[in-house]
């Protein structure tokens, strides 16, 4: 035990005075190198991240809330919608509930025509459930009891120039412009745009809202009914908590929080994301091998005298060998420094510029997890890229080592 103990001590000592004494250029290069392998190991499965994080944020508060109540198997709507909300609005952990009711109809603008979801809100509970108007692009959000204005998507907005749409819109319809709508039931209506939300959400940004008033008006009756219910929990809240509660309220609606509604597809387009990730960091761990064991032989090479040398003088070849895997850790260490300098740059820099794309401003999530699993698997990767040829070098006979 205490000539192993000794053995990896003089092997430290070793390896730190070859650092030492090489090329700085050398070992500043190979450090920037696994920095920077280190660095995309980590960048890519932080990107994905951040998207499927977007993702699930955006269907929360945008589309589904913490919990959503839909119709009965069979049914289309929810029926008894006051005596539902009085109900599930005194359920402990429910901060509020807020119905929609989805008619659907045909948008007019300028000789456009665009089929897609009207759908009427009561803006007083909707401002407490979804973010919607927190994303105005233009104008205003909705007042309780406004009637002949209309809040409309981004995507039924669109442009002027139809090839800069991304989905097929009403030709650049502007806060302040009129525009018809044709119901479902037949009617007729022509409102004022009262603004344009932007959520980067496809659904919804696809979406016309009116008002609940505005939907009694349209139907020429008082309407208890509602496609769904979005709830938004009391902050720290457990969802399913929530649901249970509301199942043991007697409610016998369908009801799922927000991660039963994403439900298996989001699981597997979350696994699919997984075998990417896996793909880049087996990429980068090849990358980190090669380089690592290009360096160490090289320098092998260049000190097979020495190290023939350290055996005549009587130097144990598995003390030689440490020496170079101690060296090779040693640059491993820190190049994963230098990596997290450049991570923790990049997450200063992206939390500022985020990474924009159709569906959303993308922040790379740098997880714990992903940066201490990556860093082991890098020390191995090091530890045998390091070994290998040093073990190649060191097994040779001291007259052959020592003749170069």
Known sequence: ??????????????????????????????????????????FL???????????????IEYQSGDVLIEPKEDEEVIHDLEDLLARVNRVPGVLRAAPHNNIGGVMK???????????????RDEVMVTGVWKTMKEGQYLGEGDTGVVVIGNYVAGHKDKSEDLLPSLGGVR???????EFTNGVV?????????????????QAVFITWDELESVRGQ?????????????????????????????????????????????AEVVQSYGVINSISTIVSIVIAIVVI??????????????????????IHRTTIMFSYVFQVIILAVMGIIFGLVILF?????????????????????????????NAVLLFIASAIAGLIPAWLIAREEILTAMRG
Not at 10 to 25: D, P, T, V
Not at 175 to 181: A, E, K, L, N, R
Not at 229 to 247: A, F, H, M, N, Q
């Open 1 to 42: 035990m205490n000539d192993t103990v000794v053995r990896l001590k003089l092997s430290f000592f070793l390896g730190l005075r070859s650092l030492q004494r090489g090329s700085i250029g050398s070992l500043v290069m190979t450090v920037v190198i696994i920095g920077m392998v280190f660095t995309n190991m980590i």
């Open 45 to 59: 499965p932080s990107v994905i991240t951040g998207a499927i994080n977007l993702f699930v944020d955006q269907t």
């Open 109 to 123: 603008f300028k000789g456009n025509r665009l089929a897609g979801s009207v759908i009427a809100v009561r803006p």
């Open 175 to 181: 806060t302040g412009d009129s525009i018809d709508v």
């Open 189 to 205: 209506r022509t409102y004022r745009v009262k603004g344009i939300a932007e959520t980067k959400s496809y659904s919804v940004d």
């Open 222 to 266: 008082k309407i208890d009914q509602a496609t769904e219910v979005l709830i938004r929990t009391v902050p720290g809240e457990d969802e399913e908590e929530v649901k249970l509660s509301l199942i043991g309220m007697g409610i016998q609606e369908e009801i799922k929080t927000w991660h039963d509604l994403l439900g298996k597809a989001f």
């Open 293 to 314: 064991f290009i360096v160490i032989m090289i320098k092998t090479l260049n000190n097979r005298r020495q190290i023939g040398i350290l055996k005549a003088i009587g």
């Open 345 to 373: 740059a990049l997450d200063r820099y992206f939390a500022v510029y985020p990474i924009v794309f159709p569906d959303g401003d993308i922040r790379p999530a740098f997880t714990l997890a992903d940066i201490v699993s």
